[in-house]
């Protein structure tokens, strides 16, 4: 859903979602199981974009070390996860992640976390959850109220200074810049055969 935002601002993507997503997939260029090695050549990618994707991967290890094997050597992965979010897409809303486990992740593939950015804080948590209340219970006239409402609410002084004491502690969610490490290109294409195809 955030192809829109970006596509004017990239010169070429790859676009993958999975066969059971609930978003417009008119733009997807294939579907994948991001539990299972990606169908891409190692060291292909300048930026890897995953957005509100990672609660939903029941092996993120997995995922993570093919982010880490796609991207070339400097390479930026931008990731966004929620946090204090309702449960979503269910079955298959498995985790909510800190700023360490995102860390951790990193890490542990390679890839150096530039920044961990926790966004929103008690009062954007406490709008999202009476936004999807509201929803949930089917008073859909009420959410554009409630949306009105809630911006102009979150805007004030006050919720601006709430939402800057409550960040690191009651984050609605997290975005994270990392790089992988610029090493030579001749040790990223050494066997691998999808490089060479």
């Known amino acids: 859903p955030y192809y829109e935002i970006y596509r004017d601002i990239i010169t070429d993507s790859v676009c993958i979602d999975w066969d059971k ?10 579907s994948q199981d991001l539990t299972e090695p990606l169908r891409l050549p190692s060291g292909e990618f300048d930026t890897i974009l ?4 990672l609660e939903h ?48 992740l990193c890490e542990s593939n390679g890839l150096d976390p ?24 089917g008073f859909r006239s009420l959410c554009r109220l409630h949306v009105a409402v809630s911006s102009q609410i979150l ?21 994270l810049v990392a790089t992988k490490s610029a090493v030579a290109d001749s040790e990223v294409q050494r066997g691998d055969p999808l490089r060479a195809a």
Request: proline letters at 7%; charged letters at 15%.
């Open 114 to 137: 530039v920044s961990v950015v926790a966004y929103g804080g008690l009062p954007e948590v406490l709008a999202d959850i009476a936004g999807k209340c509201i929803h949930g219970a």
């Open 21 to 30: 997503s609930v978003h417009n997939t008119s733009f997807v260029d294939f």
């Open 50 to 53: 995953s957005t509100d994707v």
């Open 155 to 175: 805007r004030t002084p006050l919720a601006q200074v709430v939402t800057r004491a409550t960040a690191k502690s009651f984050p609605l969610g997290y975005l």
């Open 57 to 104: 991967i029941a092996s993120p290890w997995v995922l993570f070390s093919e982010i880490a094997r796609v991207l070339r050597p400097g390479g930026t992965l931008i990731l966004g996860v929620p946090f204090f979010y309702w449960l979503h897409e269910t079955p298959y809303d498995f985790f909510r992640y800190t700023e360490f486990g995102l860390r951790s």
